[in-house]
């Protein structure tokens, strides 16, 4: 099966702090995905990565960046994190597109990060 | 620009009778994926259901069926025979070249 993992499942920080979620995923897919999940607004893109070392802006991108040094690897940075952070994010990934790709997408089990 | 519209924020059906979430969509493009998930409280989101756009037969999956009407650009999910089991958050996407989320619907089954 499919494993897509995120370190941790609730985080506390306080604002201005660095934040960093990570994700690994164990099928050697190539594109990784961070969502942002909030009441009555469903998932959101924050970046999204179709290879190693790669990174592209989803629709939410400001205060965050992401760094994708290894394959099954991918992190989210909140480099100074503000209440308005506090959410829950989700990792996933999938195959890349034309390389058998259902375009199904595998998730964590999601971050629940609050900042006071 | 694509978008993903799930109208029902919230439904509640008895146990075993069957209940259909609605999804409507914007594309101008012909092929694509659509798809339907499912997040039960407090765990991972896991796939319910695909239908592939140039696919005219409607999608099953055991117990959860779609009607997909292209012209209308509508994507509905039929659940039979609820069980308590199907409590959860469903989310209605739709994909070309990247992957568009509905806000969900939240499903409660009571006993």
């Known amino acids: 099966d499919v494993k897509v993992t995120q370190s941790s499942r609730y985080l506390v920080k306080r604002t201005g702090e660095k934040v960093f979620l990570e994700c690994v995923q164990d099928m050697d897919h190539e594109n990784m995905f961070w969502y942002r999940q909030d009441p009555g607004l469903g998932l959101r893109l924050i970046y999204f990565?179709?290879?190693?070392?790669?990174?592209e802006k989803g629709d939410i991108p400001e205060g965050y960046s992401v760094s994708r040094e290894k394959k099954e690897r991918f992190s989210l940075i909140l480099e100074s994190a503000s209440t308005n952070q506090t959410s829950m994010y989700l990792c996933?990934?999938?195959?890349?597109?034309?390389?058998?790709?259902?375009?199904?997408?595998?998730f964590g089990e999601g971050s629940r990060l609050t900042v006071l | 620009a694509q978008t993903v519209t799930q109208s029902q924020p919230e439904m509640s059906v008895q146990e075993a009778e069957t209940v259909t979430l609605s999804c409507t969509y914007d594309?101008?493009?012909?092929?694509?994926?659509l798809f339907w998930y499912k997040q039960p409280p407090s765990r991972q989101m896991i796939l319910v259901i695909r239908?592939?756009?140039?696919?005219?037969q409607n999608a099953t999956e055991n117990r959860f069926s779609v009607n997909f009407q292209k012209a209308a650009k509508s994507f509905s999910l039929k659940i039979s025979d609820s069980q308590l089991g199907d409590t959860a958050m469903y989310f209605c996407a739709f994909r070309d070249d990247k992957i568009i989320f509905g806000k969900g619907t939240r499903l409660h089954i009571l006993p």
């Open positions: 594309t101008s493009e012909s092929n694509y994926y």
């Open positions: 996933a990934s999938s195959l890349k597109v034309g390389g058998g790709d259902t375009g199904e997408l595998f």
């Open positions: 239908q592939e756009a140039y696919k005219q």
């Open positions: 990565s179709y290879d190693v070392k790669m990174k």
